[in-house]
């Protein structure tokens, strides 16, 4: 090990892996994240960067291991719990999915995204009402925030929802 990497604490991995991740490096992002959490195993930031990063590359597995390990750290960190419902619907743990988009939706319930991929989950499985509600709300946070293409996205989804599940654009659900 040069006396470089022997003089580098936490932090300045850490920053490294952001300047790397920011120039579209990810292998050398990523190794800089794993010389930060080597050096401080408790570093919340380096592991969800890392996650981040893995999943960049669709190592979503690492990604998972990281997401999950960022949230014992931090266990109410929102942004955290979707990132890891993210990559747990890609890796095909559905169940992991439904439950961090909970806590991602318990801890932020304005999480536009959020809601917008649960109604995703929710269609893949044939949960009509749970994914016409999920994508209502979704609808209701874009226009808040005046995303036009997600709010034109979640009418066009929607549309074929009331069609597919025999659901009135005025029916509660």
């Known amino acids: 090990m040069s006396s470089e990497a022997k003089e580098k604490t936490a932090e300045n991995w850490y920053q490294e892996g952001l300047s790397m991740g920011r120039l579209g490096n990810n292998e050398a992002s990523i190794a800089a994240y794993l010389k930060a959490v080597e050096l401080d195993p408790d570093n919340f930031r380096a592991w969800f960067n890392l996650g981040i990063r893995y999943g960049k590359i ?98 066009n989804i929607l549309s074929e929802c009331y069609k597919e599940f025999g659901i009135k654009p005025d029916d509660p659900v």
């Open 58 to 155: 669709m190592k979503n597995l690492d990604a998972s291991k990281c997401f999950k390990k960022a949230l014992k750290l931090r266990p109410d960190d929102a942004m955290c719990h979707y990132s890891l419902a993210v990559v747990s619907n890609l890796i095909g743990e559905t169940d992991d999915a439904f439950k961090h988009y909970g806590e991602t939706l318990r801890s932020n319930p304005d999480f536009a995204k959020a809601h917008s991929n649960l109604a995703m989950l929710h269609y893949s499985l044939k949960r009509g009402k749970d994914t016409v509600r999920h994508l209502r709300l979704a609808k209701k946070l874009f226009e808040e925030q005046s995303d036009l293409q997600m709010v034109d996205n979640a009418k």
